[in-house]
C-alpha cells in the first residue's frame, strides 16, 4: 500500500505535461489508424486532385464548340459561307445538318444540339436584290450560360467575316438580319435551368447516402453473419435494401419539384406521369450505385468517401453547374458515364421543353444501362461467405 | 475412441482433413471430425484455436481451402444452400438486429426461412421463451442472458435439424447459463444435434462427447470420461499452508508437467508418472502438506494438451 501512496503525488507532479502527454497518445493513436484505413488514406489525396483537375480542365464557363444544327432549305455559296463564319468564330460546330422542321425541333428538344440555323429558300438571291433577309438562329436556352456568350458573339463576328465574301464595302448595313430566338428559356432566367437540375443533384446525395452505408453497416454491427448464415440470395439482399429508399427517393422528388413548380414558377411543360416514371429509374440507378459502393467498401467511413468521390463529379460533369457541351471531350465521355448527366437532360427536356419519350430515348437506355451495371457489379461483389 | 462406424444416417457431421488459412497462417489444420445426430457435441479450446472458423465453414460460412465433408448430409462446399436452410448458427457476437424490437427479429427470420405463418411462428417462439411480455422491447435493450436466449430462439425458430453455437454463454450469469444448457438438452432430446462451441469445463461436462482443439488442431475427442482416460495424466492433489512456494518450487522440475492452485488445494500433474513420483517423493516425505493421488479435472486434461500443442505447433 505505501507503495502505491508514494507513486501518486510524482504522478500528480507531472500532471503539468498531461495535457500534452495524453493529446500525444490520442494524437498517434488516430495516425495509426488513419494509416490503417487504406481507403480513407486514398481518398485523401484523391478528392482534391481530382477536383482540381475537373475545375482546371475540364470546367469552361464560356463554352465553345457548341453542337449545333442547321436547316438548309437551300444549298447557296452565301449560306455555305455563313455557316463557316459561324464555324470560325469557334462557338458553333455544325454536327447535323437536317431538311425538315420537325428534324431541327426534334435535335433542339432531346437535347442533342444547343443552336439550330436556318437558311431559308432564297436567301441568296434575297441578299442580292438588297431585300434584307431573315437568318433564323434558334438557341436552347434553357441553360443562359451556354447559349449567351455565343449568342452576344453572333452578330459584329459574321458581319466581318463576310466583308470580303459580298464585297458591300458598307460595315454598318447589314445585307441580312439575324433572328435570334431563345427557346424554353426566352428571360434567361437561371432558376428555370437550376431547379431542374438541383433536383437531381439533390437525389444523387441523398440516395447514394442511403444505399451506400447498408451493406457496410451490417457488417459493422455483425448481423452480416448471421444473415450470410440465413437462405437468402445476394439478389434478394440488394432488393430489400433498394426498393424502400425508391419510395422515399419518389417522395423526395415529388417535394422537390413541387418547390420548384410552387415557389420558383418553373413550369411542367412535358407529362407528368414521364417525368414520375423517369425520376423513378434515376432514384433506382443512384440507389443501385450507392448499393454497389456499400460491397466494395470495408466501413462506413469509406462509403460515405466513396460517394463524396462520385458526386463531386457528378456536379462538375454533368452540365448541373456548367455547360456540358463546353467540357473537352473527354470530360463529356465521363460525363456520359454518369447518371445525373442523362438525368439532367430528362428533367430539364421534360420540364422545360416539353419533350416527348421519343426525344429522350437515348438518356432513359443510358439511366437503366448504368443501373443493370451497377446491380450486376454489387451482385457479383457482395461476399456470401466471410472469406 | 470411435465406437465401430456409424451408418451416415446417425451422422449430423461428418469431415475430413479440414484446412482453412487466412494468409500463411492455418487457422485450421487437417482436421477431420464426427458428430452423431442427436447429440450435444461440445466443441473446446483456447482463443483462436480454430473453433469459429470451423463452424463457420460447417454452415458454409468460410470455404475450407482443402477437406471434404458432409453436414446433415450435404457437401460443405457444394451445398451451402440446403445447409443454410436446416442448421440455425448462433454467433458469437450477438448478431441479431438491436434496433429491431423481439418480435420483428423473429419475424424477419422466419419469413427468410419462408416459414407458413411468421406472425405466428414468432407468437409461439415468445411464449416459448418467455418473453411474452417483452416482445416490443428492442433486441438491443434485453440483457446479456435475454439476448442469448432470444438468439437461441431465433436460429431455432425455423426447426434446424443442427444446432451450431458459437460460444453462446460467454458473458451470461450462472443462472441463465443453466437455463439456456436445460433448454440444449431438452432440444437435443426432441432429436436436434447441437455442437456447443465454450471455454467452460463445467458446460464441457454436460455435453455428450467433446473435442478439443488448439492451433487449429484436433487434440483429443470422446466422451468426458474417455477423454480423461486417454490423457495418462497422473494427478496429486496437495493441500495444507504455504502451497504458493511449493508450487514455484515444483514448477519445472522433472516429471512435472503442470502445477495449478485450486482455491486451498494445488493440482500437481505429470504425464510421466514415475519421474512425477520421484520428484513429489521427498516432499510427500516432509509431511508438511497433504498429498491425495486424484483424478484429473477436464481442465487439468485440457491445460496439459494445450501446454504440448503449444511445444508442438508454435
Known sequence: MSEIASFAPSREARDTFGFWRRSYAMLLKEFIQLRRDRVSFAMIVMIPVMQLLLFGYAINTTPRNLPSAVLLQEDSDLGRSILKAMENTAYFRFTREVHTVEEFDNLLQSGKVLFGVEIPRGFERAV???????????????????????????????????????????????????RTHAR????????????????????????????????????????????????????????????PYVLVGFIQATLIISIGVLLFGVPILGNVFMLAVLSTLFITTNLSIGYTFSTIVQNQLQAMQMSMMFFLPSILLSGFMFPFAGMPVWAQYLGEGLPLTHYIRIVRAIMLKGATVANLQYDTIALIALMLLAMTIAVTRFRRTLD | MNNGSPSAQDIAIDVKGLTKKFGDRAVVQNLSMQVKRGSI??????????????????????????????????????DADKIKLRVGYMTQRFSLYQDLS????????ARLYGLQNPRGAARDMISRLGLSGREEQLAGELSGGWKQRLALGACTLPSPQLLLLDEPTAGVDPKARRDFWNEIHALAAEGLTVLVSTHYMDEAERCHEIAYIAYGNLLAHGTVEEVIAHSALSTWNVTGDDLNPLAAELDGKPGVDMVAPFGTSLHVCGRDQAALERTIAPYRESGKWHWQKSEPSLEDVFI?????????FQ
Not at chain 1, 190 to 215: E, H, K, Q, W
Request: net charge negative.
Open chain 1, 184 to 243: 424554353y428559356n426566352p428571360a434567361a432566367s437561371s432558376r428555370l435551368n437550376i431547379v431542374p437540375g438541383l433536383v437531381g443533384t439533390i437525389l444523387t446525395m441523398t440516395m447514394l447516402i442511403f444505399t451506400a452505408l447498408s451493406v457496410t453497416r451490417e457488417i459493422e454491427r455483425g448481423t452480416m453473419e448471421s444473415l450470410l448464415s440465413m437462405p437468402i440470395k445476394p439478389v434478394e439482399v440488394m432488393f430489400g435494401k433498394i426498393i
Open chain 1, 128 to 178: 442580292r436584290r438588297g431585300d434584307k433577309p431573315a437568318l433564323l438562329v434558334a438557341a436552347d436556352a434553357t441553360d443562359p450560360v451556354a447559349a449567351g456568350s455565343a449568342l452576344g458573339a453572333l452578330g459584329p463576328l459574321v458581319q466581318t467575316a463576310l466583308e470580303h465574301d459580298l464585297h458591300t464595302g458598307d460595315p454598318p448595313n447589314m445585307p441580312f438580319e439575324i
Open chain 2, 304 to 312: 496439459d494438451l494445450m501446454n504440448r500443442s503449444k511445444d508442438n
Open chain 2, 102 to 109: 423481439v418480435r420483428e427479429n423473429l419475424e424477419f427470420v
Open chain 2, 41 to 78: 457435441y461440445g466443441f473446446l479450446g483456447p482463443n483462436g484455436s480454430g473453433k469459429t472458423t470451423t463452424i463457420r465453414m460447417l454452415c458454409g460460412l468460410l470455404t475450407p481451402d482443402s477437406g471434404s465433408g458432409t453436414c446433415l448430409g450435404y457437401d460443405i462446399r457444394r
